[in-house]
């Protein structure tokens, strides 16, 4: 009888112990892949991939932070697929009757969004000048009433208090020298879109037409938007072709000329939405010696 006791005893605390020992391999095991994958994201966004993009601030917010739109791994995402990834959202950092942001898990943002060469950006004003540096923060869910995005927030040197800015990553901080001046010529858009056989867009031509001059002769590359499409063109006294149209109903509702050029023509940075709807993109588009053409999720590669 003792003697079974005694066997009884041994098994019992042997096979505790191997049970202890089973969870610690287990745990160890998850706290090797955690940070592998941590160190994943982090290599991904000090990528030597060159991202440019506008910059957008919170409103509801005074604080030293900003943002850009992400991509999705998949070039494709259903709504089902959009809610899930949204139930991943771990935390809430802020909230009112109107927004809300919630922080996004760091070891599975890479698995989820486009992250490459993200991890520092130059951030410039209307006029191209340096306003200040950013450095990635984390990877958010802005809950909001036109359009709920996932996110890149940035601390920022400086509060952005105005619109319209953009940001660089992996960039010196030089710029190529313009070689021309740009205006807003109401008349040569109108002459564009009749050419074009356009109508004009429902809010006029005011603000629907960007014109570059350049200096040493008479060309000129424009940007215009018509009643249901976005354009760009090249025109000189003697020569007319458009270089992009818009593949589906589009109009640009702001844009920068980056002074850094591809063939010998600017990059063109527009802020994008689909006629008599609050849809909104943006695109990075760059001349590929033929036409302008749409980079792949505004990376200059």
Request: a neutral charge.
């Amino acid at each position: 009888m003792r003697t079974f006791i005694i066997l009884t005893t041994l098994l019992l605390t042997f096979g505790c112990s191997n049970k202890d020992n089973f969870k610690g391999s287990n745990n160890d095991s998850l706290q090797t892949t955690y940070i592998d994958t941590l160190q994943t994201e982090i290599d991904i966004l000090n990528g030597k991939v060159q991202y440019i993009g506008f910059i957008d601030k919170f409103y509801f917010s005074n604080d030293n932070e900003a943002y850009i739109e992400l991509y999705f791994i998949k070039d494709e995402t259903n709504a089902d697929e959009y809610n899930k990834i949204v139930k991943l959202a771990d935390s809430l950092i802020y909230q009112d009757d109107e927004n809300s942001r919630h922080k996004f898990p760091d070891n599975l943002s890479p698995k989820y969004f486009d992250l490459r060469g993200l991890s520092k950006l130059k951030i410039y004003d209307n006029d191209n000048k340096l306003f200040c540096n950013a450095e990635f923060l984390r990877v958010e869910y802005l809950n909001q009433n036109i359009s709920s995005p996932f996110i890149a927030v940035y601390k920022t040197e400086k509060i952005i208090k105005a619109d319209g800015y953009y940001g660089i990553s992996n960039f010196n901080g030089t710029f190529e020298k313009k070689n021309y001046t740009i205006s807003k010529d109401t008349v040569l858009t109108q002459n564009i879109l009749t050419k074009l056989n356009e109508q004009r867009p429902y809010y006029g031509l005011q603000n629907n037409g960007t014109h570059l001059h350049f200096s040493n002769n008479d060309t000129v590359l424009s940007v215009v938007n018509s009643e249901n499409y976005a354009y760009v063109l090249l025109t000189t006294n003697k020569y007319f072709k458009v270089l992009y149209k818009s593949p589906d109903f589009e109009n640009v509702s702001d844009l920068r000329i980056i002074p850094l050029t591809k063939n010998k023509l600017p990059y063109i940075l527009t802020r994008n939405v689909k006629p008599e709807t609050d849809v909104m993109w943006d695109k990075l588009l760059y001349f590929n010696w033929t036409k302008y053409t749409a980079t792949n999720r505004q990376r200059n590669e």
